[in-house]
């Protein structure tokens, strides 16, 4: 069946542009989650989302990230007036349940990599 | 919060050899994830092992949780095998998953 997928693929924006990522996790999975991978780095947790429940902005690095899930499926992540040490690949995955399950693998898209100029 | 150490950081085999990844953690955890992570950045499943012992073809993995740390095994390694594997764990925060990376072991494959 289909895999995790996200849009675009590359994203170049110029210092100071707003940026929408798009991410659609697998279908019936409940749990979806954003992580970023800096270059030569691993990747490090930004944000969760479990059915209808409030995410949780833990990893968030700033208040110009932010991220909506739409129906419990699509998720958009959203960086307002990017910088150049916002350049990373975005990563997007999801798993069939969340929290409370002793089965939670985990799924992941493509990725987005954004250069900020 | 949680540490994960891999070893080695980098790797390079000859077409044929074997291989041992090692992942250690620094708390009790109960979601384990090795990934291979291959040149166009996709991250792809390797095995969801928490605890045991999984193989899958030429790769197998063991993780003993009770002493903090999972092994990933490479036989017969060929060039497709190249890239960054990760070991990411998992443990109960507030009632959620998230997934805490290691900084990968780089693997090499020459023919």
């Known amino acids: 069946g289909a895999g995790v997928s996200q849009s675009p693929s590359n994203k170049v924006t110029e210092k100071g542009k707003d940026v929408e990522l798009r991410c659609d996790p697998i279908s019936g999975h409940t749990a979806l989650y954003w992580y970023r991978q800096r270059l030569g780095q691993g990747l490090e947790f930004l944000i969760y989302?479990?059915?209808?429940?409030?995410?949780?902005k833990s990893g968030l690095p700033s208040d110009r990230f932010s991220a909506e899930r739409t129906g419990g499926s699509v998720s958009t992540l959203t960086i307002q007036r990017t910088q150049q040490e916002d350049s990373a690949v975005y990563l997007c995955a999801s798993s069939p349940r969340g929290s409370g399950s002793t089965y939670n693998e985990q799924f992941f898209g493509p990725g987005t990599r954004l250069t900020v100029l | 919060g949680i540490q994960v150490e891999q070893s080695p950081p980098d790797l390079i085999l000859q077409e044929g050899a074997n291989s041992t990844l090692r992942c250690n953690f620094s708390d009790s955890v109960n979601n384990l994830q090795w990934f291979h992570q291959n040149p166009w950045g996709q991250l792809i499943n390797l095995f969801y092992i928490p605890s045991g012992t999984k193989q899958n073809g030429r790769l197998s993995a063991t993780t003993v949780a009770t002493e903090r740390y999972s092994l990933l095994y490479i036989s017969s390694s060929q060039t497709t095998d190249s890239g960054v594997y990760f070991c990411?764990?998992?443990?109960?925060?507030?009632?959620?998953?998230?997934?805490?990376f290691g900084t990968g072991t780089r693997l090499l494959v020459s023919p």
């Open positions: 990411a764990v998992g443990r109960p925060y507030t009632g959620f998953q998230k997934l805490v």
């Open positions: 989302f479990q059915g209808n429940s409030a995410p949780d």
